[in-house]
């Protein structure tokens, strides 16, 4: 049963304080108002920073590159699963969320580099699939809802690099 008593937290965000609303339980910790977009929340337990400890440029161009990597990992499995969850839609707000605070400190260059570096380690996996994601083909399934072997599957658009080379 939900007491009306509520506690608010004030967060900044983009320089500006966000108010959070939490609501109490009986006999429980305050449990968080559903809502998507407040990041702050959804990091759970083990994420604050911590003092005295100085991350070096290539630690942050590694969690670039994993921050990117998750939120694109979460689409790609929505894509291939037709499938949507919520602490995905969560998980994938927040890492988009992190890598945008982190490409700011590396600056446009560096972040281009780990977007590359990325984008071509889900090509080498999956290079049909991965393509037809990027593109924003629409693949054919089963009876299930599984896709469809890649032989069966619409064959893709040319890649921009193959589309300006002319043969010799």
Request: glycine fraction near 6%; proline fraction near 5%.
């Amino acid at each position: 049963m939900q007491n009306t008593n509520t506690n608010t937290v004030k967060r900044r965000t983009n320089g500006k304080p966000r108010k959070l609303v939490m609501l109490k339980r009986q006999n429980q910790k305050p449990v968080r108002e559903s809502s998507v977009d407040q990041i702050a929340t959804s990091w759970g337990e083990g994420r604050e920073e911590v003092a005295g400890f100085v991350v070096s440029k290539c630690e942050i161009y590694q969690l670039a590159k994993h921050w990117y990597r998750t939120a694109r990992d979460i689409e790609f499995f929505w894509f291939m699963a037709e499938c949507i969850g919520s602490s995905e839609r969560r998980e994938r707000y927040c890492a988009d969320a992190r890598f945008n605070q982190i490409a700011e400190i590396l600056g446009t260059n560096v972040t281009d580099r780990a977007i590359a570096e990325v984008e071509r380690e889900f090509l080498e996996k999956e290079p049909y699939y991965w393509r037809a994601f990027r593109s924003g083909i629409r693949l054919r399934r089963d009876g299930r809802g599984s896709p469809l072997p890649k032989e069966l599957q619409p064959a893709l658009p040319k890649s921009k690099a193959s589309a300006k080379r002319k043969p010799a």
